[in-house]
């Protein structure tokens, strides 16, 4: 829908409110979403749980977001995409400043629980709105850099978290880091601009279900669909147990280095809205699997047993992973003629689900194999994703998608 005449152009101020708006509500939105990972231990102490009861705490969250993110599709159709997305952010933000204040386990899980069914008013409808309202030229950057906003929102909300609760408590923590968050929200609700190119459409749930099952008649959308499912639960279940092996001799890191681990985000910060550009110009069929397969070789770089060597392989699968996950997400964005929102939504499904399964299926692994059964699961949904990644360049691209041409030399 991006043939209009209100399309938001590079270099215009529309364009850079809008990214600035962007980057920002990803970061909210993921700095809440796992800003209490680090804090499961302490959580657990606090309240005397068991470790798996305290990781109620995210699993909740992200369980809830999953499930959620079809119905504010819907909601999104009926509301308007920006309305969804400043109450989705201002009521993210107020739960999260409640959330230091929580007097016991209980409260502290129903605040979490809300808070999944706020977080995915914006991660459901972004890509919708990126896809309806920028200039194809423009989508690949705004995308890369919406992603990229979310890195840097999980790894702050991770290292800020972590940091400051054994500085002065998690509790206070908590507080600093939601006032950043409400501060960011209220730049995005000032900056974000209003749509132009979407049409608020007042469908029935029957319908909804309908749109659903028409995503799955695209040649190239189930693919990308499991390629969500099978990136993430990579990246995840590397990310999980990375750690556990770290921990161990012959490493034996401690806790606050094996933390900083974290600050390699950064790069799947800039990979993503660098690999958005080279999609434009060259074509997501060639850059995409080419970017799952940089991914599958740092994984299984971690199988060498020394920690710069470790450290290096989970640069390089970061790298690989956000600037993959990246161009999938515009991918879906654009092939989804009808029901574009309904289309996001179930790839954002798969991808929290992904999350949610292989990262499990890993820990068994890590109980019976070691760091070789978090390879076999987490370098097994790699190499799969990758054959999902060559199979795609042999998808027929729509008439929108034809890749953009070079510039001339020189110029």
Avoid at 11 to 24: C, E, K, M
Avoid at 64 to 92: E, F, H, K, P, Y
Avoid at 261 to 287: E, K, M, T
Avoid at 341 to 352: D, N
């Amino acid at each position: 829908m991006t043939n209009g005449t209100q399309i938001i152009r590079r270099g215009t101020p529309a364009f850079v409110r809008a990214n600035i708006a962007f980057f920002l509500s990803a970061f909210a939105i993921f700095a809440s979403l796992y800003s209490v990972q680090p804090l499961l231990p302490i959580l657990a102490a606090e309240f005397g749980l068991d470790a798996g009861t305290s990781s109620l705490a995210l699993s909740s969250t992200t369980a809830t977001l999953a499930l959620a993110l079809l119905l504010a599709s819907w909601v999104s159709d009926r509301l308007g995409r920006r309305t969804l997305m400043v109450w989705a952010i201002l009521l993210t933000a107020a739960l999260g400043l409640v959330l230091p204040f929580a007097p016991n386990w209980s409260a502290l899980l129903i605040i979490r629980t809300l808070m999944g069914l706020t977080l995915s008013g914006l991660p459901a409808v972004a890509m919708v709105y990126l896809a309806e309202e920028m200039d194809p030229e423009a989508l690949g950057f705004s995308m890369g850099l919406y992603i990229g906003g979310t890195a840097i929102g999980g790894m702050a909300g991770r290292l800020l978290s972590g940091i400051l609760a054994d500085l002065i408590g998690w509790r206070p923590a908590l507080m600093v880091l939601g006032a950043a968050i409400a501060l960011a929200a209220l730049v995005v609700v000032l900056l974000l601009p209003a749509p132009h190119n979407s049409r608020r459409s007042r469908i029935a749930l029957r319908e909804l279900a309908a749109l659903v099952r028409l995503q799955f008649r695209d040649p190239g959308l189930p693919w990308l669909f499991a390629s969500a499912f099978l990136l993430m639960g990579s990246f995840v279940t590397l990310y999980n147990y990375v750690g556990f092996r770290l921990a161990l001799p012959p490493f034996a890191l401690s806790h606050a280095a094996i933390s900083a681990i974290f600050v390699v985000y950064l790069l799947g910060s800039f990979s993503s809205a660098w690999a958005g550009g080279l999609a434009q110009r060259l074509g997501r069929r060639r850059v995409y699997w080419t970017l799952v397969l940089v991914m599958t070789l740092g994984v299984f770089l971690t199988l060498v047993p020394s920690t710069p060597v470790i450290i290096l392989g989970l640069a390089i699968a970061t790298t690989g992973y956000f600037a993959a996950h990246g161009i999938a997400s515009a991918w879906v964005a654009r092939r989804a003629s009808v029901g574009r929102a309904q289309a996001s939504a179930i790839y954002l499904f798969s991808y929290y689900l992904g999350s949610s399964v292989l990262g499990t299926l890993g820990g068994y692994a890590w109980v019976a194999w070691d760091w070789n059964g978090v390879l076999l699961v987490s370098g097994g949904a790699a190499a799969a994703a990758l054959f999902v990644g060559l199979h795609l360049t042999r998808l027929a691209p729509l008439p929108s998608e034809q890749p953009v041409p070079a510039a001339p030399s020189g110029a």
